[in-house]
């Protein structure tokens, strides 16, 4: 069963981490520059780590060149339980 949420993508962070903001909307920022897919590559490599999942169960469905990504996941994990692994706490339904 695959799980397909969206994201948005902050390139170029000073570290890589995740936060839920105040408007539900799940960020990703990594360290890695938007330059020949290395920031998606950090993405999925992030999620990967985070849900302790290989990397080919993480796949960036759609928007491989802008900031807003659709992903999509190879778990049977709930929503509550991605925020969780992320370190967050659900505040309003992203998904």
């Known amino acids: 069963m695959a799980l397909t949420f969206e994201?948005?993508?902050?390139?170029?962070?000073?570290?890589?981490?995740?936060?839920?903001?105040?408007?539900?909307?799940?960020?990703?920022?990594?360290?890695?520059?938007?330059?020949d897919g290395k920031a998606n590559k950090a993405v999925i490599d992030a999620l990967a780590k985070a849900l302790k999942l290989p990397k080919s169960s993480v796949k960036i469905v759609s928007g491989g060149l802008s900031r807003r990504k659709r992903i999509s996941i190879d778990v049977d994990f709930s929503h509550d339980e991605i925020l969780q692994l992320l370190g967050l706490c659900r505040q309003t339904k992203i998904f």
Do not use: F, M
Request: glycine share 4%; proline share 10%.
């Open 7 to 35: 994201i948005t993508v902050t390139p170029r962070a000073a570290k890589n981490r995740w936060k839920l903001d105040d408007n539900g909307v799940l960020r990703c920022y990594v360290t890695a520059p938007p330059v």
